[in-house]
């Protein structure tokens, strides 16, 4: 049994409010629902956790260190600024993959640069919160091989 963390940034607590025709009108709180049945029904161990403040997001990789073997993340504005989050996830060697609800190549052209996409397994960008099934699927492959 292995731990998947999922980590959100700032202004996703409010999926669901939050310009529905750009990031869908789920909530967060759906969203980590149907990710925790996935992760638990294949024998894992679920963690999410959202902050809108740079520090706590870097403070929650540090901690997964030794005690997580997959993160899922949209560091959501963060994406495209944080060397210090990005720093963080290559500092703990966890591999992790980055989610986009929206399609940032599609949208104004600060959100097509982002500071994670070289240094993570993978990137989803523009399926909505499929997207993050998608993700799970894809971390539950790789702890499969691990094995
Ligand atoms: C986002 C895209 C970012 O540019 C934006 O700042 C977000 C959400 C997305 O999921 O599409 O907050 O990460």
Redesign the pocket.
């Known amino acids: 049994m292995s731990k998947i963390l999922v980590l959100h940034?700032?202004?996703?607590n409010l999926l669901g409010i939050r310009e529905p025709d750009m990031?869908g009108s789920e909530t967060l709180v759906g969203i980590n629902g149907q990710l925790k049945g996935k992760i638990t029904a294949a024998g894992h161990e679920f963690e999410a956790f959202q902050s809108n403040a740079e520090h706590e997001l870097v403070d929650k990789v540090q901690s997964a260190r030794g005690n997580t073997a997959f993160i899922i993340i949209?560091?959501?504005?963060f994406?495209?600024t944080s060397v210090a989050l990005r720093d963080a996830l290559t500092g703990v060697s966890i591999p992790f993959i980055e989610v986009?609800?929206?399609n940032?190549f599609k949208r104004e052209e600060f959100?097509r640069h982002s500071y994670f996409t070289d240094v993570a397994e993978g990137s989803i960008v523009g399926l909505g919160s499929l997207g993050y099934s998608l993700a799970v699927e894809a971390a539950l492959q790789h702890l499969s091989k691990k094995v």
């Open positions: 940034g700032p202004n996703l990031y949209n560091p959501g504005a994406t495209h986009h609800l929206s940032i959100r």
